[in-house]
Structure formats: structure tokens, C-alpha cells
């Protein structure tokens, strides 16, 4: 990786030069079901530290635990780079859409209802941010201290986009139920939308929460199927079909623990025991290409089109995005949209970004020794 590194750096100096002289960070704004580690605290940690990213704020949206822990986590994982007074961190919706429709016997093991339980069973829904925060043994990594931010994250989302109209990027890499509130509310906004960035989906492949659904889309396909249809400027789907192939080894891992910082020793913490145990294991890190694209475009060498739709027939087919090539109908489906689905990428380089962003040097971390 030697040579390849050495490019690396000198390409990331050169964009940070050429941003000091004038040439204007892309603003980004991650809307995240956000955990610690692989893959959206890392996802995060990549944007936060790109030269050429100004990352306006993260936005928290209910899949893999609620609003309140996951704003804990963003906070926490900024903390240890030195970015949580830089990079504010918003609650978003705490729901989906149609929040109660799995039935208690689809999970027999869970006594309730409500959908997140597929998830979230081992936890109970925090009473406030504060609570959350205040109990130490939520935390491996130290308990944050910086404050989550009162505004709700829809409407500071909508606020934003208004007032940097044609200049934002959304990276979409949780449910869509956020998104979908901000459309509704302030459909005005989708054409002031550079792009959105999905971690989302599957295509030709099966999905991972069910056979036909990915799990960013099964927490919520009313708002995905709404968000799909909106009239953006571009859409860019960063699905399974393409993370199947890009995973996480005990090679790269003990290439960034050597850099013993905070954050690496988080990743150390939860990945390390692991690769002891098993050198041939691999990690999925399915929402680091959504950052990695956002950051440096080239690294994808093949791109398809395709108009996309979902599956919200409550049935086997529930939560399915849906897709086809152009000339494979007379027409489109009335309302679905033209997007771009990532397909293949430069590991290698892929790799050499990941390494550099994730192990920069950090200043003034919080709590770095926990």
C-alpha cells in the first residue's frame, strides 16, 4: 500500500490547499441510524475528517435504536476526533411511519409490538437525552459530554437546505422517515438538493432483514417509496449489491490500530478480539462507500442507471426496491425516477482513503483514555 498511500496524501494535501484558495467545501449533511464503529460512527469519521467535506450536521433517524442513543454515539465517536463542537448532532424522527405493523407473533420472543423491537428489544426507550447520557454503563467508550442539540433534526434539516439552496449533499445511510418528514413538510426543498447518497437497498440480490428487503428500507418503505419518487437533482444508491464485495480484514485492522488514537482504539475494542480469534474474518462496511463516494467520486469505475421504485404491499414482497434498466418498459412507472447505482470500486484506493482519514491527526479529543 506504500506507493498507492503516498498518492493518497499528496492528493488529499493538494484538495485541502486548493480549498484554502478559495474552491468551496462540498456541505454534507448525514442523516444516520447511527452506532459506534462499523459503519455509520466510521462513515461519520470519514466525512468529519475529509479535507474536502464541510459536514454541517448529523442527524439521528430511528432503525437500529432510537433517536436518543444514536444521538449519544454520533456525539461520542465526534468527541474522540475532536469535532463534537464543530459538528452539531440533531434527534430526528423517533419512529417510522407505520410504526405498529409487525405483530407480536412475528417475534415471539419480544412481549411488545412495536417494530424497532426487531432491533432495539435488549434496550428501553430512553425517558430523555440527559437520562441516556447520565448512566455510565451505557458507554464502553466513556459517556459524552457535549449536548445533543434542542432543535428537531427535520427542521433544522429544512432550515439548512433553504439557506444553502443548490449547495448540499444528504448522505441518506439509515431509514428514509426523516427525509420523508422533510419532503412533506417542505417540499420546496427537493430541488435546492445537489444530491442525496443512499446506503440503501437491494437490486439483484436478496435483502437482510428479509428476503426481499434491505433493512434500511424494511424500517420504513412508506418513506422510502416517498423519498425515491421526489424529484431530486441525483440520486446515488450505494446498495448490497456492490457492498457484498468490499469487507473489512484483520490486514487493514492492525494497519490503523498502529496509529493509537481514540478512535482506532474504539475500533480496536470492538473489532480486535474478533480478528484474534478468527484472522480470516470479514466485517461488512456497507456505509463507508456512501462516504467514500461523497469524498472522491472516482473511486467508483462502474456506475448503472436505473428507475427505482419500492414494494409497500404488506406481504412477502414488503420492503422491496424494485428496479430496471432503461428499454426494458415502453415507459417508467408514473412517478419513479432515473438514479445512479453504484457497482464497482477501486478497493486499493478505496482502502489507501479509509486508512488516511480515519487515523489524521486529531486535536483536542474528549476524554481520549477512557
Excluded at 427535520?154 to 441518506?172: F, K, S
Aim: charged letters at 20%.
Amino acid at each position: 500500500m506504500g506507493i498507492r498511500k503516498g498518492l493518497v496524501i499528496f492528493l488529499l494535501v493538494a484538495i485541502l490547499a486548493f480549498s484554502a484558495f478559495g474552491e468551496a467545501k462540498k456541505k454534507v449533511i448525514l442523516d444516520t441510524d447511527m452506532v459506534f464503529g462499523f459503519d455509520d460512527g466510521i462513515c461519520m469519521v470519514m466525512l468529519a475528517q475529509a479535507p474536502n467535506i464541510d459536514l454541517l450536521g448529523v442527524v439521528t433517524c430511528y432503525a437500529h435504536n432510537y433517536v436518543t442513543i444514536e444521538a449519544a454515539a454520533g456525539i461520542r465517536q465526534l468527541e474522540m476526533i475532536g469535532k463534537a463542537d464543530e459538528i452539531p448532532v440533531f434527534m430526528g424522527c423517533p419512529y417510522p411511519i407505520y410504526a405498529f405493523r409487525v405483530k407480536n407473533e412475528e417475534f415471539a420472543e419480544s412481549e411488545q409490538t412495536f417494530l424497532g423491537q426487531v432491533a432495539t428489544k435488549w434496550n428501553d426507550e430512553p425517558a430523555s437525552y440527559e437520562d441516556y447520557v447520565a448512566n455510565p454503563d451505557n458507554f464502553a467508550y466513556g459517556a459524552p459530554v457535549t449536548p445533543v442539540q434542542e432543535e428537531h433534526g427535520v427542521t433544522w434539516m429544512i432550515n439548512t437546505i433553504r439557506e444553502n439552496p443548490n449547495e448540499i449533499t444528504i448522505v441518506a445511510i439509515g431509514s428514509m422517515t426523516n427525509i420523508a418528514a422533510a419532503i412533506l413538510l417542505a417540499p420546496d426543498i427537493v430541488p435546492l438538493v445537489k444530491e442525496i447518497v443512499y446506503m440503501s437497498s437491494s437490486f439483484d440480490i436478496p435483502g437482510n432483514i428479509t428476503p426481499a428487503a434491505e433493512y434500511n428500507i424494511w424500517y420504513d418503505p412508506e418513506a422510502a417509496k416517498a423519498v425515491y419518487r421526489a424529484p431530486w437533482n441525483k440520486q446515488v444508491f450505494n446498495s448490497l449489491d456492490i457492498d457484498q464485495y468490499y469487507k473489512y480484514t484483520k490486514e487493514v485492522h492492525d494497519e490503523i490500530v498502529k496509529a493509537d488514537l481514540p478512535i482506532t482504539r474504539m475500533l480496536d475494542g470492538i473489532y480486535g478480539q474478533g480478528f484474534a480469534d478468527n484472522p480470516d474474518r470479514l466485517v461488512n462496511i456497507w456505509d463507508l462507500l456512501s462516504a467514500a463516494y461523497v469524498i472522491d467520486p472516482t473511486l467508483f469505475t462502474e456506475i448503472q442507471e436505473r428507475w427505482v421504485d419500492v414494494d409497500t404491499n404488506y406481504g412477502h414482497n414488503y420492503g422491496r426496491t424494485v428496479s430496471w434498466q432503461e428499454g426494458a418498459w415502453p415507459k417508467p412507472t408514473p412517478g419513479t425516477q432515473k438514479v445512479d447505482i453504484l457497482w464497482k470500486m477501486d478497493e486499493d484506493g478505496f482502502w489507501d482513503l479509509f486508512t488516511e482519514l480515519v487515523t489524521a491527526p486529531i486535536e483536542d479529543p474528549v476524554n481520549p483514555n477512557w
